[in-house]
């Protein structure tokens, strides 16, 4: 008696659970990647023959924009697989180890698209407050050093996706899981959440501050020599401080828009599902020890 009663507490539990619907991925998610894809390949194509072919001699920013655009570009070239997968329902019709690279190549570009845009930030800030001091710390072969230490560092954080995707086949499908597989995602919990901390969370903050500095520094009455001039000289400081804020906010609102909700309905997604499977674990043990 007392087995069937926890038996059926166990299965009300489970329906009390929130049910994952997902169904409305395979409209949302081909769409969207689809803009993505078309947007984005024409202006990274656009700004890559700017920075190519018009820019005669590249400085750091130069540097740091060519790697953000590489990878923004190798981000795009993995979307039409994607399309393909979520347009078909979770159907992946390629290979596992095409499943692997695609999706390790979608974070990798993803986490090198955060952390190029924190270099171009941390150059600017120096540029905007430490004007004097960042002619010693700023040049080209620096930039370049720095652009193979950030690539290096994103391979070696996103090699792990190369082990933890993997397909398998459930009745006529094949999936190609975005995270891994149920048996091994205790592990990738872990590991996701150290590279969100690492290659978002830290970087978001010093661009925050970086930019924060900066607001700070422009708004100064006596930066840039507006305060000394009169007439049309300190009119134009003026409104040239005025576009570089607004400029800021700008670069701020787009960051945030671009990889803040991506990384907290992600979080959320993770957290939900892992209480889940702790609960129905613990379920399933207290079955088997009153069925002793």
């Known amino acids: 008696m007392a087995a069937s009663s926890n038996y059926s507490n166990a299965t009300s539990n489970e329906s009390m659970y929130c049910q994952f619907e997902e169904n409305f991925k395979y409209i949302l998610l081909p769409v969207s990647y689809a803009l993505v894809f078309v947007i984005g390949l024409a202006l990274n194509a656009t700004a890559m023959y700017v920075i190519v072919f018009r820019i005669k001699r590249w400085n750091p920013s130069t540097i740091y924009m060519f790697n953000l655009t590489v990878c923004d570009t190798l981000y795009i070239f993995t979307l039409p697989f994607l399309i393909y997968y979520y347009a078909d329902e979770n159907d992946w019709p390629f290979s596992e180890p095409l499943c692997k690279l695609i999706r390790f190549l979608f974070y990798a570009n993803l986490y090198g698209s955060i952390l190029f845009l924190c270099c171009i930030s941390l150059h600017r800030f120096l540029g ?64 996701s959440s150290a590279v969100s901390g690492l290659m978002f969370a830290l970087p978001f903050m010093v661009v925050m501050v970086c930019y924060g500095l900066m607001v700070r520094k422009l708004l100064e009455p006596g930066w840039g020599g507006g305060s000394g001039e009169g007439g049309m000289g300190g009119l134009a400081a003026h409104r040239s401080k005025q576009k570089s804020v607004k400029m800021i906010i700008v670069v701020l609102v787009a960051f945030m828009l671009c990889f803040l909700p991506f990384h907290l309905t992600r979080s959320l997604y993770y957290s939900f599902r892992y209480l889940r499977q702790v609960n129905s674990a613990q379920d399933r043990m207290s079955v088997a020890t009153s069925l002793r």
């Open 128 to 191: 905007v407050c430490h004007p004097v001091r960042s002619l010693r710390w700023v040049s080209a072969r620096r930039a370049r050093l720095v652009s193979v230490a950030v690539w290096a560092c994103v391979l070696f954080c996103q090699a792990p996706v190369l082990y933890f995707s993997r397909t398998r086949d459930n009745g006529s499908e094949r999936v190609c899981y975005d995270t891994t597989s149920p048996e091994l995602f205790d592990d990738f919990l872990l590991y």
